[in-house]
């Protein structure tokens, strides 16, 4: 499967953004794809997760209440909306799979099939 991230971009703290990440490819119905993020200087972190089959979502204590998953299984593209930003959300974003056994991993090395990051910057 190849994972392509778009959607980033400039806003305020307190705004709303939505990234996309459109697959390609051969998909498994198993698959979970996750959303992670690098700020400059920082590690990858993880952002939130969500089981192709089913649409089950899980995510980072840091975005809990302001992010969401989603998915449009016709067109095979996942959604990460993500509300009320703060700057500390800056950072480029990607999304990646991971297979049904580490369904929930928050680990990057759990996760394959990394995409082309977007950038995304929140403004104090």
């Known amino acids: 499967v190849q994972l392509q991230a778009s959607g980033g971009g400039l806003v305020q703290a307190g705004d709303s953004l939505r990234l996309s990440c459109a697959a390609s490819?051969?998909?498994?119905?198993?698959?979970?794809v996750g959303w992670f993020r690098q700020a400059p200087g920082k590690e990858r972190e993880f952002v939130a997760g969500?089981?192709?089959?089913?649409?089950?979502?899980y995510y980072a204590d840091s975005v809990k209440g302001r992010f969401t998953c989603s998915r449009d299984d016709a067109k095979s593209v996942f959604y990460l909306q993500m509300n009320n930003m703060k700057p500390d959300d800056t950072a480029v974003y990607y999304c990646?799979?991971?297979?049904?056994?580490?369904?929930?991993?928050?680990?990057?090395?759990?996760?394959?099939?990394w995409g082309q990051g977007t950038e995304v910057t929140v403004s104090s």
């Open positions: 990646a799979t991971t297979g049904p056994s580490t369904w929930g991993s928050h680990r990057a090395a759990d996760y394959g099939s």
């Open positions: 490819g051969r998909i498994f119905s198993s698959y979970v």
């Open positions: 969500i089981r192709w089959r089913g649409g089950s979502t």
